[in-house]
């Protein structure tokens, strides 16, 4: 299903070059899978954002955002309504080095983690090297609290600019945010949040340091990464959250016998169990039917019933 025409035609007027109708979604997910989004929404600046996201709420469009699409499993049937991705939004990256004991970084959504945790290298900035190696946006980072056994994003926030349900651009403090374990329970941060916010900016603080000492632990970081991820692989990185206790969802998966199983052209990783890796081929369907024979086979042997972190969005 797409939209309308008449629908098309006023969309296609709001935002003119910053919108693309019935665009297959897998080559801006990771994983390389997901069917089309009735239109792909790049705006260029957040009055345009603003517009789109009034335009949506009058015409009672779905409307969700995406980073970089690397927590992301899209089904097969693609995305109805509208989906938003802020990458072509101011990009730019700052510092504020006016504070005694720490410096501030501001990041807006759109940017790379990548591209933040390098500058932290080059500037000497310690506190973020645990984020090395994992993709995707500042904002989509923000949402997912991505983090790994070490750290995670709360610990070094210090507040988050956001659009919230009610169009208003809003600065959060720390002291007014809730973070779980890979999530942004915004929720329970905000009073005034009916609906998911659109994270605007992220502001880090970090500490001062020298770029060789960064560096050097920097190497040491990427190299344990390369050890234990699969990193040439599509996929959307560890598709389950660690339950509680000493093993992790892809000890348990392992321990469970899966390790290689494949379902269509989904497969569980050799490398690393808790990855599920599209070998060319895999459709959602593949990888659902992997999620529930994993799911399965982990509550019958060890009775934990292990949660998805990777989103799965449209139908
Ligand atoms: C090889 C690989 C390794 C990975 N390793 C790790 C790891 O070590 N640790 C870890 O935590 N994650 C890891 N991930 C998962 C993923 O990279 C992170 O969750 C990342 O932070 C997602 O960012 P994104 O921009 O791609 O967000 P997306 O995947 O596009 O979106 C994720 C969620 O955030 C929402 N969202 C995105 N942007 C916004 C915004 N601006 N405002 C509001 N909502 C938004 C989306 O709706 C969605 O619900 C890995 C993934 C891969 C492929």
């Known amino acids: 299903m797409s939209f309308d025409p008449a629908l098309k035609k006023k969309l296609s007027a709001l935002l003119k070059n910053q919108i693309i109708f019935d665009e297959p979604m897998a080559p801006h997910t990771s994983f390389r899978i997901g069917g089309p989004a009735d239109a792909l929404a790049l705006p260029n600046t957040v009055l345009h954002l603003q517009s789109l996201i009034r335009f949506a709420r009058q015409n009672q469009l779905p409307?969700?955002?995406?980073?970089?699409?690397?927590?992301?499993?899209?089904?097969?049937?693609?995305?109805?309504?509208?989906?938003?991705?802020?990458?072509?939004?101011?990009?730019?990256?700052?510092?504020?080095?006016?504070?005694?004991n720490k410096v501030l970084v501001m990041a807006p959504a759109g940017a790379r983690l990548k591209t933040l945790c390098k500058m932290a290298i080059h500037k000497g900035l310690a506190g973020i090297n645990f984020a090395l190696g994992i993709p995707g946006s500042v904002g989509g980072a923000v949402m997912m609290n991505a983090g790994t056994g070490h750290n995670s994003l709360d610990q070094i926030?210090?507040?988050?600019?956001?659009?919230?349900?009610?169009?208003?651009?809003?600065?959060?403090?720390?002291?007014?945010?809730?973070?779980?374990?890979?999530?942004?329970?915004?929720?329970?941060?905000?009073?005034?949040?009916?609906?998911?916010?659109?994270?605007?900016?992220?502001?880090?603080?970090?500490?001062?340091?020298?770029?060789?000492?960064?560096?050097?632990?920097?190497?040491?970081?990427?190299?344990?990464?390369?050890?234990?991820?699969?990193?040439?692989?599509?996929?959307?990185?560890?598709?389950?959250?660690?339950?509680?206790?000493?093993?992790?969802?892809?000890?348990?998966?392992?321990?469970?016998?899966l390790k290689g199983l494949k379902c269509g052209g989904a497969k569980?990783?050799?490398?690393?169990?808790?990855?599920?890796?599209?070998?060319?081929?895999?459709?959602?369907?593949?990888?659902?039917?992997?999620?529930?024979?994993?799911v399965e086979t982990v509550l019958t042997k060890f009775n934990i019933k292990l949660e998805t972190e990777v989103k799965i969005l449209g139908s």
């Open 63 to 100: 409307l969700t955002v995406i980073g970089q699409g690397t927590n992301l499993l899209v089904q097969d049937a693609g995305i109805r309504g509208v989906v938003v991705a802020l990458s072509r939004l101011d990009t730019q990256i700052s510092t504020d080095d006016q504070h005694e």
């Open 157 to 257: 926030i210090e507040n988050i600019t956001l659009l919230s349900s009610n169009q208003e651009i809003r600065v959060l403090e720390k002291k007014h945010l809730k973070f779980n374990y890979r999530r942004f329970c915004w929720e329970q941060s905000s009073k005034i949040a009916k609906e998911p916010p659109v994270i605007l900016a992220a502001c880090f603080g970090l500490s001062r340091s020298t770029s060789a000492k960064i560096k050097k632990d920097a190497i040491r970081v990427m190299g344990q990464r390369a050890k234990n991820q699969p990193k040439t692989d599509h996929s959307a990185g560890c598709f389950f959250k660690n339950p509680p206790g000493k093993d992790g969802a892809g000890r348990l998966i392992e321990m469970a016998g």
């Open 268 to 294: 569980i990783s050799n490398q690393h169990a808790n990855f599920i890796i599209n070998t060319g081929k895999a459709t959602s369907y593949d990888v659902l039917k992997l999620k529930e024979i994993i």
